[in-house]
């Protein structure tokens, strides 16, 4: 019954004048599948071979993917796929599509259409989601997608972050979201962000930059909170949403060891690091051994004070390699050749948007310095020109 139903939904779609051809290239390959004659149950079976025929997965994909689909041992099983493989090239998705949904998730072929699968997209569309937006979700999380709750946490998220967009780009890269525990998780940890001042905007940033902490039990955010605060960072600050994110990922040990580096690395006191740290938060998630370059850079070869670092921690955000040594050249360069009308400071210099420096330190000196340009371009290449080496 089950085979001669997805025999029926694989005509009507491969009818279907919204069909696109590579959908309908799909479709009449499951509808041959479908159409086959049923093999007599064989303990043989090969599992990998009926996802390489069927599904299009390679050799490779559907070895491994066969382990995770043991029990399926003949045709009778396995003919049941073909619903769900009907009811995934409904929602659009080409057969290259569906190949690489099977290779990450293979037991979403066991789903059931009717009962979990189709329930899902209708419940989805009634929150407002496109077909080409469910079928998208099902590429970026098959395994919670198969999942009831998904519906419900779509609900709950879709406000937060504001749009299918956002919550989409953030999905992408911890889609994990969808399986946490929304009651005892997601939902108090949300509610403790909000009364630390964050509003929905604030929040979903955080969680795109640190979804760790929408999974993290309610008693771990309060200690991240407690860290920032304990960095300087008192709670309704503009700089607080940061310097949760900074801390999300170091443990009060890590925390207190990086700050120790920083005093060390940049000749600070207690007071210094503390108005860095509270500033510019992101230093905290900074390599060392980027830490330790950019004080020699600004220490030794700009001449700046520590305490005036301190004071500025912007600059400790920004591209040793792309912004911080190729600006100083161009200022050195136009300071020793009386081409810096004003006394600019370095920081200054470095603070200006790309455009903004180009238009003021570059193309004034076309004539007077012609290579400026070209030497800039190097420098930001990692290629120090000659020009650029001075004595």
């Known amino acids: 019954m089950l085979r001669f139903r997805s025999c029926i939904l694989l005509t009507r779609l491969l009818s279907s004048p919204t069909a696109s051809p590579s959908q309908g290239s799909s479709l009449r390959r499951l509808l041959a599948a ?23 997965l390679s050799r490779a994909q559907a070895l491994k993917a066969s382990a995770k689909l043991s029990h399926l041992k003949s045709p009778a099983k396995p003919d049941a796929v073909l619903a ?15 190949a690489a949904l099977v290779a990450r998730d293979p037991q979403f072929l066991c789903a059931k259409v009717e009962t979990t699968l189709s329930p899902n997209v209708a419940g989805l569309t009634s929150i407002g989601l496109s077909n080409a937006e469910i079928a998208r979700l099902v590429s970026l999380a098959p395994g919670y997608f198969r999942n009831r709750s998904v519906v419900s946490k779509l609900e709950y998220y879709l406000p937060l972050f504001g749009s299918t967009g956002d919550l989409f780009r953030a999905l992408k890269y911890a889609y994990g979201l969808l399986g946490s525990d929304l009651e005892r998780v997601v939902k108090p940890n949300v509610n403790l962000l909000a009364e630390c001042g964050l509003g929905a905007c604030d929040i979903a940033k955080l969680f795109i930059g640190a979804p760790r902490m929408f999974s993290a039990k309610p008693g771990r955010v309060l200690a991240m909170v407690a860290c920032a605060e304990g960095i300087g960072v008192p709670r309704g600050s503009g700089m607080f949403r940061q310097a949760l994110h900074a801390v999300s990922y170091l ?7 990086k700050v120790d580096y920083l005093k060390k690395t940049f000749r600070w006191s207690d007071t210094e690091v503390r108005i860095a740290v509270s500033k510019r938060p992101v230093v905290l998630r900074r390599s060392k051994d980027t830490l330790q370059r950019m004080s020699e850079f600004l220490i030794s070869e700009v001449g700046l004070e520590p305490a005036r670092i301190a004071h500025l921690p912007v600059m400790l955000g920004l591209s ?13 360069f136009l300071r020793e050749n009386g081409l810096l009308k004003r006394n600019q400071s370095y920081y200054t210099i470095v603070k200006w948007t790309e455009k903004e420096f180009l238009d003021k330190f570059i193309c004034p000196h076309k004539d ?24």
């Open 34 to 56: 479908a159409a086959a004659p049923r093999i007599s149950p064989n303990p043989r079976f090969a599992v990998e071979e009926y996802l390489v025929s069927t599904c299009g």
């Open 84 to 98: 769900v493989l009907a009811f995934l090239a409904g929602l659009g998705l080409s057969a290259a599509d569906v």
């Open 251 to 257: 443990s009060e040990d890590k925390l207190a060891a």
């Open 320 to 332: 040793l390699e792309g912004r911080l040594r190729p600006r100083y050249y161009v200022m050195r």
């Open 368 to 391: 007077a310095a012609p290579y400026l340009a070209e030497d800039y371009a190097s420098t930001c290449r990692g290629e120090v020109p000659a020009r650029f080496i001075f004595a």
